[in-house]
């Protein structure tokens, strides 16, 4: 089926080098979209609009608290076309690089020199890559639990890929009708961050007259802390795949789009290939999966920014309702999900909605938690819904240190005090204190920290990643940014905090999207519980 | 049209299936303030200025973008809504000139007016304006100044969605989302038509009209409207003159043209360059105003219309006499109306027997 011109946009951009001078105009003049709306696409994506920076140095909390800024130091003074970035979904391996497309675990320092002022030489020395075999420089993280009963996981990350599609052929025996009482009776929730009841969205858009229907896999994973999409692509594609297929059959789709951040090349490599095996063998009929890249830009992770840059544009963000189960990917009703939650999808039909809601302790499922910063083994472990901090910690070999603060969620989620250890990580345990659970991107803090400097890394990032689009997020991730920053530049303390409540406010009531209104929790939560670190 | 029973602020109202909140609210003279809205382009709900209230929705909701629905009960005015104004216009002033003066170039800035009248508080600090302009764009007529922009993308959605010229686009993103040009060429280098619609749609007049800025002329609320019919072409747009009453001694002179306001007229607001830019013939010193005659000497020297139509005649004639009457054509203006133009065909046709005869438009 061929889509709008439009859609290849930013691919165009891409193949050109990056938005260069005199390349929207070329592209313009081969595919009549107007210049002026390709170069403003160009100018929103990270990776296109700088094509001259070959390398970025992940400046995200936990790769910070691991040297980021040493490394960043090295790669300047060695020449490097260098900059910094936000989160490369690396937090478990930090600091994590970036070269061209592909992400570097644990670079450092001694790696940066190494590579003599040629960022094309430029290797990781990490255990993770250095090995004999992986001259293709195929990395994964670390998993756990250790000794993990496979009966009582969903994913079962170490576990072999499944390319028979049983699944599949059985969710076709079973029909929509039955599949959603399955996917009702499993009680499972988006495991993008929202916490979604996901049988809701796939009644949704089968109950649609449009008979014209998508799906979508949201892979642009980004959010600080958070890299379990990551790990589940590059270990059990298998189950993204059959996943996406079911959730096509059964919503009535005969296109499946798949958007991975354009950081994933090495996921996308992981993913192309499995589906390769699954087409040959002609598993999932007629439905055709088509792979989209983006090119740096965190808002992309919201699904209705996502269907934009998918659309070819501008990833802002649009105006909800309407939902995109209504109104979606071309105005049509589209059926889009995390990379965790479609993989829960041939566990749930395979062993049944209440054997998969009763893995969980608080809430249905097990949950893949990533945990990285002051830990013995960053990481990802798939654990019950609804353990507590202390549990998920012991899991990845214990804290580092005293434990001071923890980001239950990603940075979206803020910052919680130690005494907050024994809470369930769950949707609902954690939105009762004004947090969440998010992407379970859990990012554990000790005692060295200073609260401040925490809480500015979140913020630099949010203000970096604003599309813009709305004022409320615009300004307000600028204006917290910066009052933080006379803040922490004035002794005695001054008053410059004085309007972050209204600020925070007016950025939650205000703001069109998720991003702005999650974005001033870090410094709101951290002056609630750590209120002595901004007096210092 | 199937009516929808609505409430607003606690009045039970009828509405229209399709009308937003904004519309309904219009129609009954509840004020919403809007920064991004114009009934011109399709709704944004970007400049998040008219948030209300709807019973049963956890979060507020843009009026212009959200149509009603049967039974909706809406609030327009309360204490969180108050809230969210005061807020919201103190993080808008934070980002943007700190007075009038600064700011304003010709046009009124709009967000002074709606701090003003929500009593909105303007001392949350200033922030470094990050938006890049085009300070060298060579172009005559359109000027941006980054500093008074608040992205509500009225221009460049205007330019999109009206125009259909596509010649800015907004760029780059978070606080240095500016509006640009591919490749941050000069106007005249792209697609732009001139209409100048940008800086008619623009709220604090970020977009501005160049001449009058080099020129010094006085700000447009103390300048007069005259209300007039273009007369570049037989379109017909309507216009508004603005006239600097002290200018030429007393005798006034107009400084500029300004669209009247939307839906009022049947062009809607909407110019093409001549109309909006092209008004410096009305004071040109090569501006004939009397009817001129070559005499002996060859030279163009005034005289009566009486005495210039004859002279006219006699020497068309003289052309038919000696070669024919297809040796004469006759090309009329697009700046005549209908009538003017049927009457030129008249004149070659039934007077002078050609049918040589053409219109400018008319290719």
Known sequence: MTHPIRSSIPDELQKAGG?????????????????????????????????????????????????????????SEAGLPVESCSCLAGCDVP?????????????????????????????????????????????????????????????????KPNFTGEAYRKAAEMGPEAFFQQLEDSGLQGRGGAGFPAHIKWKGVFQQQETTRYVVLNADEGEPGTFKDREVMLRRPDLVLEGLAIAARMVGAKEVFLYLRGEFEVPWATMESALRRFVDAGTFGDIQFHFHAGHGAYICGEETALLEALEGKRGMPRLKPPFPVEVGLWGKPTLIHNVETIACIPPIVQRGGSWFRELGKTEPGTKLYCISGHVQRPGTYELPLGIDLDELVEAAGGYLGTLKAFSP????????????????????????VGSMLGSAGVVVLNETVDMKWAVMQQLEFFEAESCGQCAPCRIGTY???????????????????????????????????????AAPLPLTT?????PEDFER | MTDRSITVNGHPWQAQEGE?????????????????????????????????????????APACATPVTEGMSIVTENERIDRHRKTLLALYMTDHPQSREESERGAPDQLFDMVARYQAPSDWGVLENKRQGRPDDRNPYIQFNPEACI??????????????????????????????????????????????????????????????????????????????????????????????????????????????????????????????????????????????????????????????????????????????????????????????NFLMQKLSRAVFHTNNVHQCAAT
């Open chain 2, 151 to 340: 992205l509500c993308a009225r221009c460049t959605r205007y330019c999109d969605e009206v125009e259909s010229v596509s010649a800015i686009t907004l760029a780059q993103r978070g606080s240095e989302t500016t509006i640009a040009t591919v490749d941050a060429e000069s106007l005249l280098d792209t697609t732009c038509e001139m209409c100048g619609g940008c800086i008619d749609v623009c709220p604090t007049g970020a977009m501005a009209e160049k001449i009058p800025l080099v020129r010094g002329d006085k700000p447009e609320r103390e300048l007069e409207k005259v209300r007039t019919t273009c007369n570049y072409c037989g379109v017909g747009c309507q216009m508004d003159l603005n006239v600097d009453p002290d200018a030429r001694e007393g005798q006034g002179k107009v400084v500029k043209v300004t669209s009247p306001p939307v839906g009022t007229t049947t062009n809607d607001g909407n110019l093409c360059v001549k109309g909006r830019f092209a008004y410096d013939f009305i004071d040109h010193p090569d501006r004939l105003t009397q009817p001129l005659v070559r005499g002996e000497d060859g030279e163009l020297h005034p005289t009566t219309w009486d005495d210039a139509l004859a002279k006219a005649a006699t020497g068309l004639r003289g052309v038919t006499e000696r070669h024919g009457p297809d040796a004469l054509g006759f090309v009329s203006s697009s700046r005549c109306t209908m009538e003017e």
């Open chain 1, 409 to 432: 969620g990603g940075a979206s989620s803020g910052f919680l005090p130690a005494s907050e250890r024994n809470r369930p990580l769950s949707f609902q345990a954690l939105g009762e």
């Open chain 1, 479 to 517: 204006y917290l940014r910066d009052s933080l920053d006379k803040h922490m530049a004035s002794q005695p303390r001054t008053e410059s905090l004085r309007h972050v409540a209204d600020t925070a406010w007016q950025m939650n009531e205000g703001s069109i999207c998720g991003l702005g209104q």
């Open chain 1, 19 to 75: 938005k260069l001078e005199g390349v929207a105009r070329e592209i313009a003049q081969r595919t009549g979209i107007p210049e002026a709306h390709i170069y403003g696409v160009g100018s929103f994506f990270h990776l296109l609009d700088r094509p001259h920076q070959k390398v970025r140095v992940c400046t995200g909390l936990s790769c910070r608290l691991a040297g980021a800024d040493e490394v960043l130091k090295a790669a």
């Open chain 1, 95 to 159: 600091p994590a690089v970036l070269r061209e497309r592909r992400v570097l675990p644990a670079v450092q320092v001694e790696d940066v020199k190494r590579a003599g002022g040629d960022w094309q030489r430029l290797r990781s020395s990490s255990p993770l890559v250095a090995a004999p075999h992986r001259k293709d420089e195929h990395w994964s993280g670390s998993i756990g639990p250790e000794n993990a009963d496979p009966s009582q996981l969903v994913f079962d990350l170490r576990g």
């Open chain 2, 20 to 60: 937003t909140i904004l519309e309904v609210a219009a129609r009954h003279g509840v004020e919403i303030p809007t920064l991004c809205h114009d009934p011109r382009l399709k709704p944004a709900g970007a400049c998040r200025t008219c948030l209300v209230e709807i019973d049963g929705w956890r979060r507020l």
């Open chain 1, 526 to 530: 951290a002056l609630r519980h750590f």
